[in-house]
């Protein structure tokens, strides 16, 4: 099991003290959180991609190459690149570049965004967003896979004779997850290619992205990947936590009330009883996401949200330290005693190198005519 945090990059004011962070302010505390992710032993940091305010990821290969320098062994993702609106020819080579600088800790997960206003800033229309889902991925998955390409599309110009540079580390590129909300089309593509689908599981209930993540097992067995409960999902999370419960619901309530997403709705209350937001202990906190089994069946990675709705960086950080002594152990020891042995573990860079080199071996010699 892959154990970490992503980031939506929101830069909210603070509801208690009034202040709202500054962008390099919020672009630091992303380094500063990723460097402890690594400190406490969890294995994963992700960021979001946007291009508006109140946001500041607009480029996350840029914030993922500079964390990179400064850690050794998690892995570098995103929590959503857009397959709709950036070109898969900068696609490709920003995140082969990315993987050469890290030593391939690096994957990534693509989604269409939700953010109407962003597709005609890069001149396309939220229209054809699963079209160009569909176009656009195609073309992406040929410049990894091929050294020439030739393609010709609905969206974009023509590819005579071209080659992604620099080239995926190793020859394998880099992992990608298929993001979605909402959008059974998404979890068909990530079936198709053998891909892994990500859940976000933040904001509505267990119930819809059951069937989300059913249809995706399902399809990834009839495009003959492997067995259903064999398929690569990863899932979201929130949490607040302190070691007396009643002072995490206190202490996180004036944000939970007055977050951009899901403040002034629903009360704290109700959210976490309907929703995998837990606010509490420790013990609460790993109670809850053990609970994630039951419901979606083994899964690869889990990934929480916790930098978020004007919370301080010192906040943070002290969450990330609880977690990592109160329920990291215990969380990956019981995701590892209760995972089958013929369930993949979470995927990583030596290990579909190792994967390529085997299949390699194993194919058929070629026959001289």
């Keep these: 099991m892959q154990i970490g945090v992503f980031s939506v990059s929101d830069i909210t004011r603070d509801p208690v003290t009034g202040r709202i962070p500054t962008e390099g302010e919020r672009i630091k505390a992303a380094v500063a959180i990723a460097k402890k992710v690594e400190e406490i032993g969890m294995d994963v940091y992700a960021t979001g991609e946007h291009h508006n305010p109140p946001f500041y ?5 840029t914030l993922l190459g500079y964390i990179a320098a400064q850690t050794d062994r998690i892995i570098l993702s995103t929590a959503t690149t857009l397959i709709t609106t950036n070109d898969p020819v900068k696609i490709a080579e920003d995140f082969a570049m990315l993987q050469h600088l890290a030593d391939g800790r690096v994957d990534l997960v693509l989604g269409r965004g939700n953010t109407a206003p962003v597709y005609p800033w890069f001149g ?30 609905k969206f974009r110009t023509p590819l005579r004779n071209f080659t992604a540079t620099p080239r995926p580390l190793d020859g394998v590129a880099p992992f990608v997850w298929h993001g979605s909300i909402r959008t059974p089309q998404v979890a068909e593509i990530a079936a198709y290619f053998g891909d892994g689908f990500f859940a976000n599981n933040i904001f509505w209930p267990k119930e819809h992205y059951m069937q989300l ?19 690569i999902v990863g899932l979201g999370g929130q949490f607040f936590m302190r070691k007396n419960s009643q002072d995490a619901v206190n202490e996180f309530r004036p944000y939970f009330d007055n977050a951009p997403v899901y403040g002034h709705g629903p009360s704290m209350e109700d959210f976490t009883a309907q929703t995998p937001l837990t606010v509490g202990s420790p013990q609460e906190v790993l109670e809850k996401t053990l ?5 979606f069946g083994d899964f690869q990675r889990q990934l929480f949200l916790i930098d978020h709705a004007g919370l301080p960086l010192k906040t943070v950080l002290e969450q990330l330290d609880l977690f990592g002594e109160y329920v990291l152990p215990e969380l990956r020891r019981e995701f590892d005693a209760r995972r089958p042995a013929d369930v993949p573990e979470g995927p990583t860079h030596a290990a579909r190198v190792a994967a390529a080199q085997m299949s390699s071996r194993s194919a058929p010699a070629p026959t001289l005519q």
Excluded: C
Aim: net charge negative; proline share 2%; aromatic share 14%.
């Design 124 to 153: 396309k229309n939220m229209q054809d967003s699963v079209e160009l889902t569909v176009e656009n991925y195609n073309l992406l998955r040929q410049l990894w896979d091929k050294e020439t390409v030739n393609w010709e599309g």
């Design 291 to 295: 609970s994630f089994q039951e419901y």
């Design 57 to 61: 990821a607009s480029s996350p290969t």
């Design 213 to 231: 993540i059913s249809l995706y097992r399902e399809r990834y067995e009839h495009y003959g990947h492997g067995r259903a409960d064999q398929a």
